[in-house]
């Protein structure tokens, strides 16, 4: 017999395509250990869910005849049966549809799959919505195509819950609705799937509505156009397991109380719904969850993959911890740093061992001979007000004949940490510091990061300098490496050094600016920021000529309560010309050293590459733009900054049409990647696409990120200071795959924690009123860009006070119109015209009880916004994120 609620509860959301929903009184598949089951299957034994991995033998014969393809696999966080792996050609992503094609692997995984016949491909429509084929791309700009400022995105906090929405490809768009449960069902031998479309809210309706409607798996493939196939194929091994296997959720018991399982095991159910159920012992649980289950029903636990069998629908876990309630800042945190591997632990003392004992700590006086003596020399940071890991310092001194003697100059960071000990591996195991809202995870031990290393004004530091003479129009006429040691005469923030740059003939009062070295006055300072701010103008201009390509996102920074923690208030970050001056000068620091490196050690040097944006989506978005008749030119980055820069007016119109476009074209662009230089054969690999250069690397933040110290090491043996890093090329490759991995995982954290004090914002102090503008429209809800918050949502037609709504296409154009319920019966129902660029206003909202925030338009015609428009933001006291 079963129960009515298994059909929610006992498997797991998205589950395999082609596993019936057949449930026996022990839950669904099989249980861990449950040999003794009394409810034996028809033949007898239990049927595998899974294939078997196939041998590493067979792995590494297929990979070398290319009868295998391997890959990183990216499931769909808002479709989770649906999973991709990149396309070794560059071509369109092939997919792996379901969680059984997906067999076992995990979000970010390093899997190999064998294609499918023919036959088995998913067909894609011709109007097939582009998001369907290419599964959600979490953006992954590098930082050099859009600031030093990761890109903010709808993480986390902001989807809107898999739980409800599963949004299967109907038609030729997504379940709208927003409230649908995917079952499958074997008809024929052909997977149909049907969708349990619920009453609004209700997600437990024991008497669901059916749409049954067969997928396109249904029509035989073959007989189509070949341009309509897209790859697909199934899981056969997991080559590395990249997901951290933990996820955090929610303990619920099982549904059956008469199944030996419900005596042995709780279900937890992860948040993240790319990761399965798990079946977690329960004398893991807290003592009384059997008896009070209700108790912890908001409790965040975090529960740890341990096995997953072959024939069960569930994995098997440990739990290892609870955090707290959940929507908490702090526990949700520590949720989001754990599911990515973040280690947040203390350093051991064995790593602490490492520092400087002899506390102060001064410059050995052995140092100085070794070094450029350059405390003298008028040298400042300009970091972010709130900053404490002071990584890089810049200098600026007139030289006689009109030209410039330029610094930068960059703590000497390997210099603490040496090779081959428990802090260099520590170090090399973080391999970036991770940037939260609230606080940061540091690579290095605080005594190193926030003090020894880092460049404080009137403190003697180690650093490691490039030293140009440049011309006001900033090209480089000689070229100086070497290690230093300098004085920093003061810490500027980029307010500071803006105000310097936006009054350049005026004095600015001392008490505007902060402490100043008695050697250095106030106007040495401020006429070095206007020599570099002129400099690094031209800098620019030239690089922009040259071909470079920038893609300016909206990122959001907060002002947080100083008692509470909580956010006050919010406001898109400006990037100003302070910005962009430090910007250049790091820039140039990094290509000189990687010329420098790669010059020396043409095997051995660490580099950054950019490959160029994935040809389909790109030539997607090119016809996009054509049926816009948006004139976009993408045959290169410099043409497409171009684009991008002359394409639009200044005003608030074309200035969202340009957000919009902005965010589009990120879709296709590829991460920026460490690599070895030994290891890439062909050296047009090398390019950086977004900076359109053959040669660069990082080096000048060692402070947060591993590989500038690696690339330290690697100059310092080019200068003769010591010996070359006991690496060789593969073992240096595995090093840069490393850091990618964790840059990557940083990327995510940082953009989850920003949805997380978003969420509570709305929750907080919403609802939220902004304008937005549509960047998608598909037959039951559209896209949009919310342009006060930078955040993207999905609006639901029926969550509108609509009396219909119509779908149609106008020539390639998708147009979805909405006929208003009107207010007052005497009225007129307003209609209203949505398409790609309409301009919207729209209503964040909290959902009840949870972080969960959605997005519904407002009225036509009704007043302007709530007010708070004209409301000031908050004062901008609190830390800043």
């Known amino acids: 017999m079963s129960h009515p609620d298994c059909r929610l509860n006992l498997r797991p959301l998205g589950t395999p395509r082609g596993v019936s929903s057949v449930v026996g009184p022990h839950g669904v598949g099989a249980s861990p250990g449950d040999k003794k089951s009394k409810n034996k299957s028809i033949r007898g034994k239990k049927k595998s869910i899974f294939e078997t991995y196939m041998s590493k033998e067979d792995i590494s014969e297929g990979l070398k005849r290319g009868t295998l393809i391997q890959g990183v696999l990216r499931i769909n966080p808002k479709k989770f049966h649906e999973a991709f792996i990149p396309s070794p050609d560059g071509d369109r992503d092939i997919f792996i549809d379901g969680v059984v094609a997906r067999n076992r692997a995990l979000n970010g995984d390093l899997v190999v799959v064998k294609l499918l016949p023919e036959e088995q491909w998913k067909v894609i429509k011709p109007e097939s919505n582009d998001k369907e084929t290419e599964g959600a791309y979490e953006l992954d700009l590098p930082e050099e195509l859009c600031g030093s400022h990761p890109p903010q995105q709808s993480v986390k906090g902001c989807n809107d819950s898999p739980d409800v929405i599963i949004e299967a490809q109907f038609d030729d768009s997504d379940s709208e609705d927003g409230h649908g449960n995917t079952q499958n069902v074997l008809v024929d031998g052909v997977k149909k799937l049907s969708v349990c479309v619920h009453d609004k809210g209700k997600e437990d309706s024991d008497t669901p509505v059916t749409k049954d409607e067969s997928t396109s798996m249904s029509q035989d493939p073959r007989a189509l156009p ?345 406001h898109i970050y400006e990037y100003r010309d302070s910005n962009k001056l430090v910007e250049e000068f790091m820039l140039l620091a990094n290509m000189a050293v990687a010329h420098k490196t790669h010059r020396t050690f043409p095997e051995r040097a660490l580099l950054r590459r950019h490959p160029p944006p994935q040809t389909k989506m790109l030539n997607d978005l090119v016809e996009f733009c054509e049926q816009m008749g948006l004139p976009m030119d993408f045959s290169s980055a410099g043409a497409l900054n171009k684009s991008l820069t002359e394409t639009f007016g200044d005003d608030k119109y074309s200035l969202a049409r340009k957000e919009v476009l902005t965010n589009m074209c990120s879709r296709p662009m590829q991460m920026a990647l460490y690599f070895c230089s030994g290891v890439l054969q062909d050296q047009t690999q090398f390019r950086h696409y977004a900076l359109n250069v053959p040669l660069y690397t990082h080096f000048t933040s060692p402070i947060r990120r591993f590989a500038d110290v690696l690339v330290h090491r690697l100059l310092a043996a080019a200068l003769g200071y010591g010996e070359l890093p006991d690496l060789e090329p593969e073992a240096l490759q595995k090093q840069a795959d490393h850091c990618n991995d964790r840059r990557m995982a940083s990327k995510r954290v940082q953009e989850l924690s920003t949805g997380l004090f978003f969420a509570i914002l709305v929750k907080e102090s919403g609802p939220l009123e902004s304008e937005a503008m549509v960047l998608g429209v598909l037959n039951q809800a559209f896209d949009v860009l919310v342009l006060r918050y930078g955040v993207q949502k999905r609006v639901y037609c029926n969550a509108l006070p609509l009396r219909s709504h119509h779908f149609q296409k106008v020539g390639k154009k998708p147009e979805l119109t909405l006929i208003w319920e009107p207010e007052d019966t005497e009225q007129e129902p307003v209609q209203q015209v949505v398409t790609i660029f309409s301009l919207v206003e729209v209503v964040l909202q909290a959902e009840t009880a949870t972080l969960k925030y959605s997005a519904v338009l407002k009225r036509p015609g009704t007043d302007g916004l709530l007010g708070l428009q004209d409301k000031e933001e908050p004062d901008a006291g609190g830390p800043e994120a």
């Open 226 to 570: 070949e341009k309509s196939l897209q790859r697909s194929a199934k899981v056969v091994y997991i080559l590395e397991k990249k997901h951290s296997r933990a996820a955090t959720g929610f303990l619920k018991l099982l549904a059956d109380k008469n199944s030996e399982l419900f005596r042995k095991y709780a279900l937890f159910s992860p948040s993240d719904h790319r990761v399965p159920r798990i079946y977690v012992p329960l004398k893991d649980c807290p003592q009384d969850f059997v008896t009070r289950p209700k108790d912890y029903a908001n409790t965040l636990f975090i529960c740890r993959i341990v096995d997953w069998k072959e024939d069960s629908n569930f994995a098997l876990g440990q739990l290892a911890k609870s955090l707290g309630q959940a929507g908490e800042i702090e526990p949700e945190t520590e949720g989001i740093l754990t599911e990515y591997g973040v280690d947040f632990s203390d350093f051991s003392s064995e790593v602490l061992d490492c520092l400087p004992q002899g506390l102060p700590w001064t410059i050995p006086p052995e140092e100085f001979s070794k070094r450029r003596d350059l405390r003298k020399d008028c040298i400042f940071t300009i970091d972010p007000s709130t900053a404490r890991d002071l990584d890089d310092a810049l200098s600026c001194k007139p030289l006689a004949d009109g030209n410039f003697e330029v610094g930068v100059h960059i703590a000497d960071v390997s210099y603490f940490v040496p090779e081959g000990s428990p802090l260099d591996k520590v170090a090399a195991e973080r391999a970036t510091s991770v940037y939260l809202v609230q606080k940061v995870v540091p690579m290095l031990p605080r005594l190193l990061c926030e003090e020894l290393c880092s460049l404080h004004p009137m403190t003697d530091k180690l650093t490691f300098s490039v030293i140009w003479t440049l011309t006001p129009e900033g090209k480089i006429l000689c070229e100086w490496f070497g290690r230093t040691i300098i004085r920093s005469c003061t810490k500027l923030s980029y307010e500071h050094a803006q105000s310097m740059i936006e009054s350049p003939t005026e004095k600015i009062p001392e008490k505007e600016l902060p402490p100043i070295s008695p050697e250095h006055t106030s106007e040495e300072v401020h006429r070095a920021v206007l020599n570099l701010h002129g400099i690094a103008k031209e800098l620019r201009k030239q690089r922009f000529v040259d071909g470079a390509l920038r893609l300016d996102q909206l990122k959001l920074a907060f002002t947080l309560d100083h008692e509470t923690g909580l956010p006050q208030g919010c």
